[in-house]
Nanobody, 116 residues
């Protein structure tokens, strides 16, 4: 059974940092491209960052500089380090796994709220 379980979300003050984790099981993690997406209220889900099985990273231009994605293939876990957060970063953050044949899985999401 495939599982993606996000954790690490919560309430943080503007300028603060959070580290999200996504622990996975049930598939061959090391060959999957892992990504973080987010969805704010009333907005479409958007890509935050991706990392290939080999460790190559992709960031949309709007996400460069404050977000860092990483993975630990031994722990089947992907991380998202988020720094200098602001109110616009408030969203539900989702973990995504995309396999080499295009199959994919989603986590249930973790809420990040940036507020003073």
């Amino acid at each position: 059974q495939v599982q993606l379980v996000e954790s690490g979300g919560g309430l943080v003050q503007p300028g603060g940092s959070l580290r999200l984790s996504c622990a996975t099981s049930g598939f061959t993690f090391s060959v999957y491209t892992m990504s973080w997406y987010r969805q704010a209220p009333g907005k479409e889900r958007e890509l935050v960052a991706s990392i290939t099985g080999a460790g190559g990273t992709i960031y949309p231009d709007s996400m460069k500089g404050r977000f860092t994605i990483s993975r630990d293939n031994a722990k089947n876990t992907v991380y998202l380090q988020m720094n200098n957060l602001n109110a616009d970063d408030t969203a539900v953050y989702y973990c995504n796994a995309k396999g080499p044949i295009g199959n994919g899985y989603w986590g249930q999401g973790t809420q990040v709220t940036v507020s003073s």
